[in-house]
């Protein structure tokens, strides 16, 4: 898994953009404002619907000025978009179809992705990393205070 320091894989990715269709460039994005990155392992999922709650739910005016979240996962446009309104996300859902997790070193030895966030900066470093503890009970809400506390320092 990436750490702080290292370079942040580039991606050009397709995603929701409300009913639309995005494209979203890592390096683009992050030359603008800082983007958590933010991989889930799949649609509909109980603890990927936790997850992206809680990244939902969070009050990022209250931590920095500006900033950018972009939810990654495999799967299709039409699932994630499906997802993303039926959680009502104010950020927009990542199509990972060319191994970006893998990019990352989030993907799982099953190919699964693991859930995780990382704070990518203007340089398209990586600030911050962060990973769901895999030994979290699964009726456990994720716990991304650390992710909060990254962004808040910047």
Known sequence: MLDAGDPAPDFDLDGTAGAGVGSYRLSAASEQ???VVAFYTEDFAPACTEY???LRD???GSLTDAIAVFGVAPGTLDDHRAFAADLDLPFP???DHSGVDAQFGVQRPDGSTRRSAF???ATCRVQFAWADDPERPSDAPPDIGPVHEAVASL
Do not use: Y
């Open 119 to 121: 704070l990518v900066d």
């Open 33 to 35: 404002v800082p983007v």
């Open 93 to 95: 859902l990542l199509v």
């Open 52 to 54: 992206l709650e809680a």
């Open 58 to 60: 969070t009050d990022w």
